[in-house]
């Protein structure tokens, strides 16, 4: 059964470090794998997409990558911003139960002024 | 363009109360999912449409029915609420089965 942990629980940086976010998983045959962004009490917004083949993704200051064999990912946030301050959930996709995504619990990030 | 919609955005019920969990999206994807999220167990997958007509279950899918009702709309209904389906519910939608999938703001329900 896949499982998917994030680790760090909870991390608080000061403004301007460069910070990374790791994802792990335990099955290696996954499709792809997504990174969201959960702000509190609101719903949750889509900031990388890496398929099973890519190595990396980049969308402005974030960076993700994907090593499928040792079954990690990390997203690199850099020069970080009080604005950045939110949950941040890994999710894989195995390519089967139609898109189901199997998430991790999630990374509480703290970017303090 | 509004996304993926849901109604309501709050909702308190009694144990043994029933109601449907309304989820909307105008980017014309033909997959859309029910999770919920709870503290400490993260999202989970209740039930999923893969496209218009047909529906399957997810990993949590006692206590919960659903409805495609069109390609736009699909539908959550608690036939008789228990206070373990207190949660928050998300709906989201994708192109298709592996593509980025799009999430609404959720429903905040509470069963007492």
């Known amino acids: 059964k896949q499982e998917v942990t994030q680790i760090p629980a909870a991390l608080s940086v000061p403004e301007g470090e460069n910070l990374v976010l790791n994802c792990s998983f335990t099955d290696s045959a996954i499709y792809n794998l997504q990174w969201f962004r959960q702000d509190p009490g609101k719903g949750l917004t889509s900031l990388l997409l890496?398929?099973?083949?890519?190595r990396e993704q980049t969308s402005g200051r974030l960076n993700a990558s994907l090593d499928k064999s040792s079954g990690r990912s990390t997203l690199y946030i850099a020069a970080s911003q009080p604005g950045d301050s939110a949950t941040y959930l890994c999710a894989v996709n195995q390519g089967n139960q139609g898109g189901k995504l199997i998430f991790g619990q999630g990374t509480e990030l703290s970017v303090k002024p | 363009n509004a996304g993926v919609t849901q109604t309501p955005k709050f909702q308190v019920l009694k144990t043994g109360q029933s109601m449907t969990l309304q989820c909307a999206q105008d980017m014309n994807h033909n997959s859309m999912y029910w999770y919920r999220q709870d503290p400490g167990m993260g999202l989970r997958l209740i039930y999923y449409?893969?496209?218009?007509?047909?529906?399957d279950k997810g990993e949590v899918p006692n206590g919960y029915n659903v409805s495609r009702l069109n390609k736009r709309e699909f539908s959550l209904r608690l036939e008789s609420a228990a206070p373990s389906q207190t949660s928050v519910y998300f709906c989201?939608?994708?192109?298709?089965?592996?593509?980025?999938?799009?999430f609404g703001p959720g429903t905040r329900l509470t069963v007492l």
């Open positions: 989201a939608s994708s192109g298709q089965g592996g593509d980025t999938q799009y």
């Open positions: 449409s893969a496209s218009e007509g047909t529906t």
């Open positions: 890496i398929q099973s083949s890519q």
